[in-house]
């Protein structure tokens, strides 16, 4: 067994490397599951074709929505790993393995080809992908948290959560213009949004470039390397900690899915925008994602995570869907406003979520932290994620969109502020293992 003390002295050098390889590796892998929602009303004619605009939408959101519930699977298969092998290993093995699945879905052929083996094909890859991604979760959400000093990891589990975001969402929307140009109109129906999938191997391939230069996070190397039984996860030890973690989980994957993860489709079908300018209104916002997770990761680490959750909570559920109403009012002329609407619910919906994975790890042990933290954000992110599917199935018609999404925002909102009201201040646990039944010591506020 490695000096708990060495092992808990990284360089400087090893804490950056550290945190760029979980920030890169979240963002190349969330960068995958955008592909679908940029391409989601020219895939959905052509592999779930019906007869109702909404119907195909909603049936293209729930094939995302199937890789989604994958992942809370893949985060307990791989969180296992990481837990046994270590979260580097991992790393390389899921990203890569995310990167092979999206590049298969851009090789299927669609219905007009050969019929319902199309959208079955299409399926069967999408729950692969979601199983790999799912266990990507296990090592970017611990690696950088476990592997900085005290002071920093509210900040890097906003870089990771929030950066992760911005930077799959940033290259996703970059890749959509740049494909949109070399493939205008009918041209896109036809072969870019293959090009579109293809590129998800491309960003996981470069991705490995980093992942060379990256050590083991210390702290899992001075736990040893024997992993806490699973089943005590689900335990009386942690049941309070796993039921309100959920909860906020739960709340903040459905915020960031509501507003960013769906802003795409909105902006396509409710404000009729094209292709283009859809595209540079969507880098904007996603650049806005980084700024407000880093501000708000940060304050959680002078103020503590659950004060965060709290206030942020009690502006979004009343910003939220007032802004999504405001957006509705635009059409594609407008793309002024609909940009500073764009960012101001891309801003204050993903500040919700950039504490979440250092909270996560603080809850739970080193020895069940990967899987622990893989299982509720991935089961959380899942149950949020499928909002977007629900959305489209409660309206009638793509003008009843924008109602029924305020309403869905706000109902989730409140599940956020019940977990963060319910759940105890864990800032400082890292290092020591949660008792049962017991809140953790609040240290001393660090140095910003």
Sequence with gaps: ??????????????????????????????????????????????????????????????????????????????????DRHGRRQTLIVTVVGVGIATALMGSLPTHESIGALAPAAFIALRLVQGLLVGGVVASTHTLGTETVAQRWRGLVSGLVAGGGAAIGSVVASLTFLAVSAAFPGDAFAAWGWRVMFFSGLVASLLSLLLFRATEESPLWRSAGATPAPARELFGRRHRRTLLTSLAVVIGGGAQYYLTAGYLPTFLGSVNGVPPGPRGALLVWTSLAILPAALVAGHLSERFGRRPVFLAAGAVNVVVLPVLVLAMAGYGPDGTGPLLGFGLLLTVFANASYAAVPIFLNEGFPTRLRATATAVVWNGGFAIGGLMTTFVSLASPTVADIPSRLAIFLAACVVVFLAGAALSRETRGALEREPAAGAAAPRPERSAA
Excluded at 47 to 71: D, E, I, K, N, W
């Design 1 to 82: 067994m490695v000096d708990t003390a060495a092992a808990q002295a990284p360089t400087r050098r090893q804490m950056v490397i550290a945190g760029l390889s979980s920030v890169v590796g979240f963002g190349f892998d969330l960068f995958d599951l955008f592909v679908l929602l940029y391409v989601a009303s020219t895939v959905g004619p052509l592999f779930f074709p019906t007869s109702s605009p909404t119907l195909t939408l909603a049936a293209t959101f729930a094939s995302f929505g199937v890789s989604l519930v994958m992942r809370p699977l893949g985060g307990a298969v791989f969180g296992r790993y990481a």
